[in-house]
């Protein structure tokens, strides 16, 4: 099969990639060995994350580092095997995180942050999945004053933004919640934000889009890639495909093709979990609520409350460590009253993040009609479509929305 351009990976981010080229004329080929938004665009916490406007950073508080360093808490937790491998990146996410570096970062996402939730309407009116969008915000919620007030102050100096919240006191929370134990004291709601039921669904509602509209959806494996003449070709289950364009849309592992072909990108993971819960006594959750303290988020799913965890730093292939997930389980089940898992084993996924807190976007600098979209981190459900367009306005020569200096592979020498 021929065709003009084909999309490796197809999670949130290639699938919008695949549908924002579409849009603009090419005839794309879709390639993923497992069901479209089977990977980590499956398991997150489904946020679409108008109000994420600052990147997150390394800790750089020596208190906080020394927390961090004994490694008990629930919201980053690392493999002491793993260190000496992760210690020159986490060095330069370090060094990215420092006020003047952070504020670089900011900047340079801002414009695709400000524009995530118009261009996942867009996608969600075409799809019709409107059933799976909750557009009531979510809630960080606090148990401890000191912390209360420092959340407060931090919000109110994201006002320059133009974000929309409320803080609501201990009364307010707990009318919206219902729910949440004595011990919530106050809460501060983001409104811009939507939130998604079920993740892996909008991913295949928006693949299911893309093939409506003319578009293929084939299984392969991406790693079979190779240049053929002036053309890029991969094996699927159809048979050859070829291309004279490619994009590496692959996420966590974008690196088994970049990798080979000679681009130092230094791409790394931050594992994460989630698990579901049935709630206790017809309790209901009707926001995603974050305790920002103990590092996890409680979202309501379709397939029930879903425990999303913070950080871990282990290596991708080791096998999943229940101690992070136990422990946010632990502090969840004293804010809401979870009852029974749902699910035996718990999942685990992988974030694509680069140590300055900005994806790859763009054409890789040796290579004719090879393409990077990668590396979203913590915010790729939210990111997908906005990113998506950026790279096909990027392929087709249009003019782009924003400049896409930023987000170039050319940053890593
Ligand atoms: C616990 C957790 C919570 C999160 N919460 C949020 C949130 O609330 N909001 C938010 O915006 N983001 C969140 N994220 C981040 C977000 O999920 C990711 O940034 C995003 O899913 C990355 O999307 P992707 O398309 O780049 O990668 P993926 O979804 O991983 O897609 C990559 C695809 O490539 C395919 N693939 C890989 N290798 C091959 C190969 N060799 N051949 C063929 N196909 C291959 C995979 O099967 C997969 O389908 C969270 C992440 C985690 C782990």
């Known amino acids: 099969m021929h065709c003009q351009t084909i999309v490796l990976g197809a999670g949130i981010v290639g699938v919008c990639t695949a549908l924002h080229l579409q849009a603009r004329g090419r005839k794309v080929v879709l390639i993923d060995r497992d069901q479209p938004g089977s990977g980590t665009s499956h398991g997150n916490a489904g946020l679409i994350e108008r109000s994420s406007v600052i990147p997150y950073a390394f800790p750089r508080e020596l208190s906080s580092l020394l927390r961090y360093g004994l490694n008990r808490q629930s919201d980053v937790r690392y493999s002491w095997r793993y260190l000496p491998k992760a210690g020159p990146w986490l060095f330069k996410y370090w060094q990215n995180s420092a006020p003047a570096q952070l504020a670089v970062a900011t900047q340079a996402m801002l414009p695709l942050v400000q524009r995530c939730v118009e261009e996942h309407d867009t996608l969600i009116e075409a799809a019709e999945l409107g059933s799976l ?6 809630i960080e919620v606090y148990h401890n004053q000191d912390a209360f007030e420092k959340a407060k102050a931090e919000a109110h100096a994201l006002l320059s933004y133009g974000l929309r919240f409320e803080v609501l006191d201990r009364q307010q929370l707990h009318e919206r919640e219902g729910d949440l134990s004595a011990n919530a004291i106050g809460g501060i709601h983001w409104l811009d934000p939507k939130t998604v039921s079920n993740p892996g669904a909008l991913v295949r509602g928006y693949n299911a889009l893309f093939v409506k509209r003319g578009g293929h959806f084939i299984h392969g494996d991406a790693r079979s890639l190779r240049q053929v003449d ?12 070829t291309a004279p364009e490619v994009v590496i849309a692959l996420g966590p592992q974008a690196g088994d093709l970049f990798r080979p072909l000679g681009y130092r990108i230094p791409l790394e993971i931050k594992r994460g979990y989630h698990r579901h819960y049935r709630p206790r006594d017809g309790a209901v959750l009707e926001h995603s609520i974050c305790d920002v303290q103990g590092g996890y988020v409680l979202a309501p799913m379709a ?6 965890t913070g950080i871990e730093f282990a290596a991708s292939g080791d096998p999943a460590n229940d101690i992070q997930l136990t422990r946010c389980e632990a ?15 718990p999942w685990l996924g992988r974030r694509p993040c680069l140590p300055d807190m900005r994806p790859v976007i763009g054409p ?3 290579h004719k009609g090879l393409w990077f979209n990668f590396g979203h981190a913590h915010h790729g459900l939210t990111l997908g479509p906005v990113c998506g367009r950026l790279l096909a306005e990027m392929m087709t020569g249009a003019p782009t929305f924003t400049d896409p200096a930023p987000y170039s592979a050319a940053r890593f020498k």
């Open 133 to 138: 969008i909750k557009a009531n915000g979510w």
């Open 230 to 241: 002036s053309d890029w070709q991969v094996d699927s289950r159809q048979g050859p495909i």
């Open 303 to 308: 397939q029930g409350i879903r425990l999303t």
């Open 331 to 345: 502090l969840a089940r004293t804010l809401f009253p979870l009852g029974e898992p749902v699910e035996a084993e």
């Open 364 to 366: 890789a600098s040796r």
